[in-house]
């Protein structure tokens, strides 16, 4: 069973950083691509970044852009999301999803929280 | 960017008719769209791809068809379970990869 597991959220200041963890189980991570989406309360959907398997090709929505840096760990079986720099339009539930075309499975979200 | 724009915002169905929901995209994405389900704190869960494939696990009732810009998600019977927020989304033209703002399903 595919298993996506994130975590690290929680409430930062405006201006600070965190980092989002995904742990991946049941399939073979290293052979998959990744992404971050996220969700701000009461909203649609946002599709953030992505990493494929190997980290050769990674994109950024604009919004984040210079601020978030995407990044994995094949041999941990983990995804990452580095933010910097967070305003208070970054709050949302942030979901690691594997594939993209289309986004096969998704893991619970972790809740990022920008206030001051 | 690709724009996707679902109608209606809000559909209000009772249990064991048919619903349908609509999904435009702002230029052609061929058949590159799948439509996902939400429920209240729960993660979107993958129903349909390539805009009319279902997913595994996924019942017969949920059905989806067009191409383009069009295209729509159709529940044949629907049951409790059914009532939730659904989602499109475009992977023709990315990154990014773009979502309409969602329908939400309620009981009517």
């Known amino acids: 069973e595919v298993q996506l597991v994130e975590s690290g959220g929680g409430l930062v200041q405006p201006g600070g950083s965190l980092r989002l963890s995904c742990a991946a189980s049941?399939?073979?991570?290293?052979?998959?691509?990744v992404n971050w989406v996220r969700q701000a309360p009461g909203r649609g959907l946002e599709w953030v970044s992505y990493?494929?398997?190997?980290?050769?090709?990674?994109y950024y929505a604009d919004s984040v852009k210079g601020r978030f840096t995407i990044s994995r760990d094949n041999a941990k079986n983990s995804l990452y999301l580095h933010m910097n720099s967070l305003r208070d339009e970054d709050t949302a539930v942030y979901y690691c999803a594997k594939g993209l075309r289309p986004l096969a499975d998704w893991g619970q979200g972790t809740l990022v929280t920008v206030s001051s | 960017e690709i724009v996707m724009t679902q109608s209606p915002a809000t559909l209000s169905v009772s249990p064991g008719e048919r619903a349908t929901l609509s999904c435009r995209a702002s230029q052609s994405v061929s058949s590159n769209l799948a439509w996902y389900q939400q429920k209240p704190g729960q993660a979107p869960r993958l129903l349909i791809y390539g805009a009319s494939t279902r997913a595994t696990g996924i019942p017969a009732r949920f059905s989806g068809s067009g191409s383009g810009t069009e295209f729509t998600l159709t529940i044949s019977s629907l049951q409790s379970e059914d009532f939730a927020v659904y989602h499109c989304q475009q992977y023709n033209n990315w990154p990014p990869v773009t979502f309409g703002q969602g329908t939400r399903l309620e009981i009517k």
């Open positions: 990493i494929s398997s190997t980290s050769n090709t990674i």
């Open positions: 049941g399939f073979a991570f290293s052979s998959y691509n």
